[in-house]
């Protein structure tokens, strides 16, 4: 936080525009479905051995660069390129601080909501975790009408352990007890093995990415693109009157990487 701060005093001093950006993004989901592994993978590159037990919620700050040199046909109002960050919120999923959660749900850009492949449960809870922040937070830039549980920012749902749930042979018949209630249950002949049980609803948006975070692979472009989306709908979008760069940049920096006008469809992945 402190090397934003430096960063945004920089910019006004410098180029004489106003300070770099910031949008929030809440990683949320069960306790133990490798949360903070994932966030230290995108923030690092690299996967962590023993990650630390999260205690009400962690923050960590990834820099990247949004805009345009104002050649490119993806130009943005002729915006040059700015320095932003994506503060990746991880909010412990245990029990113990449920009450206290909902003070980090404050100004939230968007979310990531993460499961275990090998534990059905923990994508099933996945609509909790939606209804509670849809209900208890506070949102910066919200889309027009809402998603799961009425959250009314985009998100997207990545499947995490990979790696376990291949070892396993299959996505949580191992230890699961709603899939072995399942396996009984088609035993005795009661239920269609094509069919679902009542409580295992399914969490809008399908199956979403997949990752491996203690194996360090995850689709980096998929939420890079989705970090830019959040950007774009905070600062750029013609939706939103009044969060545009209203001070002009005496000279562009380098060229941005491609803008797609299909990331706002990806809080449907």
Not at 186 to 208: A, C, N, V
């Amino acid at each position: 936080m402190m090397f934003w701060r430096e960063r945004e005093r920089e910019t006004k001093e410098h180029i004489g525009g106003p300070p770099c950006g910031q949008v929030r993004v809440l990683v949320v989901g069960d306790s133990g479905v490798g949360k903070t592994s994932l966030v230290h993978l995108i923030l690092n590159g690299s996967s962590i051995a023993r990650p630390p037990q999260t205690i009400g919620c962690t923050v960590g700050v990834k820099h990247t660069t949004y805009g345009n040199s104002g050649s490119s046909s993806a130009s943005i109002k002729g915006d040059a390129e700015r320095d932003f960050f994506i503060e990746l919120w991880d909010i412990s999923g245990h029990d113990r601080y449920k009450d206290c959660r909902s003070l980090f749900y404050s100004q939230i850009n968007g979310v990531i909501f993460v499961y275990d492949l090998s534990q059905r449960r923990t994508k099933t809870s996945l609509q909790k975790w939606a209804v509670e922040i849809a209900t208890a937070g506070t949102f910066s830039a919200p889309l027009a009408s809402g998603g799961p549980g009425g959250l009314p920012v985009p998100y997207i749902v990545i499947g995490n352990k990979a790696d376990s749930a291949t070892k396993e042979g299959t996505r949580g018949s191992s230890g699961n007890l709603v899939d072995m209630a399942r396996q009984w249950v088609e035993k005795q002949g009661l239920l269609p093995s094509s069919e679902e049980i009542p409580l295992t609803e399914s969490f809008p948006g399908g199956g979403g990415l997949i990752a491996a975070a203690k194996g360090a692979r995850y689709d980096k472009e998929a939420v890079m693109k989705f970090f830019r989306m959040l950007i774009r709908r905070r600062y750029f979008s013609d939706d939103l009157p009044g969060n545009h760069w209203s001070t002009p940049v005496p000279k562009p920096l380098q060229q941005s990487s491609e803008i797609s006008n299909d990331d706002d469809h990806l809080y449907k992945s």
